[in-house]
C-alpha cells in the first residue's frame, strides 16, 4: 500500500498536515522529536560507558594478588 504513494502523494499529504495543524504546532512537534532522539542517543552512549566500565572493573577485580606474589610463586613451580 504504502509503495505507491510516491512524490505528489507525499506533498499532499504533507500539506494536508500542515493545513489541520498549523505550522506552529509541527514545528514544536519536531523540536520535542529532537529532544527525544537527542536523549535517546546520550542514554545509548551512557549505557555503552556503564557496560566497559563494569567489565574494566570486572577484568581488574579478577587478578587480586600483586606482581611480586605471582613471579615468586612461577619460580617455585
Avoid: W
Wanted: avoid cysteine.
Amino acid at each position: 500500500m504504502l509503495n505507491n504513494i510516491g512524490l505528489p502523494g507525499l506533498l499532499l499529504i504533507a500539506i494536508v498536515v500542515l493545513v489541520l495543524f498549523g505550522r506552529g504546532k509541527i514545528s514544536s512537534l519536531m523540536g520535542e522529536v529532537g529532544k527525544g532522539i537527542t536523549a535517546f542517543k546520550k542514554g545509548v552512549d551512557e549505557g555503552k560507558k556503564e557496560i566497559s566500565d563494569e567489565e574494566n572493573a570486572s577484568a581488574s577485580a579478577r587478578d587480586v594478588t600483586p606482581a611480586e606474589e605471582t613471579t615468586e610463586t612461577k619460580d617455585k613451580v
